[in-house]
Every structure is written in C-alpha cells, then in structure tokens.
Antibody, heavy 118, light 107 residues
Framework: QVTLRESGPALVKPTQTLTLTCTFS??????????VSWIRQPPGKALEWLAL???????YFSTSLKTRLTISKDTSKNQVVLTMTNMGPVDTATFYC??????????WGQGALVTVSS | DIQMTQSPSSLSASVGDRVTITCRAS??????LNWYQQRPGKAPKLLIY???RLQSGVPSRFSGSGSGTDFTLTISSLQPEDFATYYC?????????FGQGTNLEIK
C-alpha cells in the first residue's frame, strides 16, 4: 500500500534552515506522471502549496517562497527532501508531503509540526 | 498565480441537510479542480478530482460539478462524520493553489 511519512526537526531557531524528508513506499517516483509535493498549514489556517518534484525531475515552487525553497529526490531511497532557508516564527506550521498521479493528491503523510522559536 | 476563493467560509447545517460549497478560480482552469476534506488534527483527504470524479472509497453523497472558473461541492445528505473543513485546489498550473477553506459545523 502507499504510505508517506515526513521527518525532520520539530523545533528550529529563527534564521535557521529547515530540512524535511518525505520517505514513501508503495509507488515509484520514476513512474510517468508521478509527483510528490510539499504543503504546509499554519495552526488554525489554510493549506498552502509549497513545492513539487515530478518523475522527470522537474521542480516547481510557490511564487512567494521560491527564493527560500529547494526540493530534491532520491529515487533509490524513495525520498523527497525539502529545504527552507531563513525560517521565521510565521513559518511555524504542519508540513505535509503528498503524492499525485496526474490529478489530485490522493495520498498524504500524517504531517510534521515544525515550530520556529528561539 | 491563480487565486481560489471559496464560499462560504463557514457553514452551519444539520444531519440530513443538503449543502453546497462553491469555489471560484481567478482564471479559467478547465476541470483541473480537486476537493479535500480535513478533520481536526488529520491530513486532508481527497474527495473529488477533475471537478466531478469521485475518489475511490468516497461515499456517493459527495459530488462535484463545474468547469472553467466556477465549481461546486455538494453533500446530498449530511452525516455526522462530514462535519469538517473542505478545501478546493487547482491543479491546472503551478504554483498549485488552495482555497481558504470552508468550515462545516453542526447546527
């Protein structure tokens, strides 16, 4: 079955760089049309799309955050890594990774809460 | 970026009611519109993709319609487990964007 799991620090200090890893199973990111995205949700607020990497290693980013984000994949390890630089308190959120095969995010990780505080 | 606007932002309804949530895109997105349900403390769940296609395992009381810029999610007869927050999302072009959410509460 398809599963995704986010991992990374629960607490980061302001100005630090956040690195999150999405480890997945049950599908291959080499499959045509497949993609993995990162989506975040500040406490009590709406979902915000951050970044996507697809089977062809094409990468897409949120317009407002693209200068701070990188995304990469390790197909052999079934992992997708997101980095976000210069973290601030407003970046406190639950970060989700999710899979899409052409349309809609049909599988999601359980989410990882990241708090930015000194 | 394409802006997605949902209405209403919140909605009170009773078990058995028929409810409709609307989502409007700031430019045409064809039928590249998805709907999600999110319960508190849980990851979103895909309900509808491509505007009207029911995701596997989702009850048939959920339905979606629309194309271009205007879309609707309808729940034909509310069940207790349907009280949650609903989001629309466009997958027409990156950056993909979500609506601000509709909180469906028990009346």
């Amino acid at each position: 079955q398809v599963t995704l799991r986010e991992s990374g620090p629960a607490l980061v200090k302001p100005t630090q760089t956040l690195t999150l890893t999405c480890t997945f199973s049950g599908f291959s990111l080499s499959t045509s049309g497949m993609s993995v995205s990162w989506i975040r949700q500040p406490p009590g607020k709406a979902l915000e799309w951050l970044a996507l990497i697809d089977w062809n290693d094409d990468k897409y980013f949120s317009t407002s955050l693209k200068t701070r984000l990188t995304i990469s994949k390790d197909t052999s390890k079934n992992q997708v890594v997101l980095t976000m630089t210069n973290m601030g308190p407003v970046d406190t959120a639950t970060f989700y990774c999710a899979r899409s095969l052409y349309s809609g995010y049909d599988y999601w990780g359980q989410g990882a809460l990241v708090t930015v505080s000194s | 970026d394409i802006q997605m606007t949902q209405s209403p932002s919140s909605l009170s309804a009773s078990v058995g009611d028929r409810v409709t949530i609307t989502c409007r895109a700031s430019q045409t997105i064809g039928r590249y519109l998805n709907w999600y349900q999110q319960r508190p403390g849980k990851a979103p769940k895909l309900l509808i993709y491509a505007a009207s296609r029911l995701q596997s395992g989702v009850p048939s009381r959920f339905s979606g319609s629309g194309s271009g810029t205007d879309f609707t999610l309808t729940i034909s007869s509310l069940q207790p487990e349907d009280f949650a927050t609903y989001y629309c999302q466009q997958s027409y072009t990156t950056p993909y964007t979500f609506g601000q959410g509709t909180n469906l509460e028990i009346k």
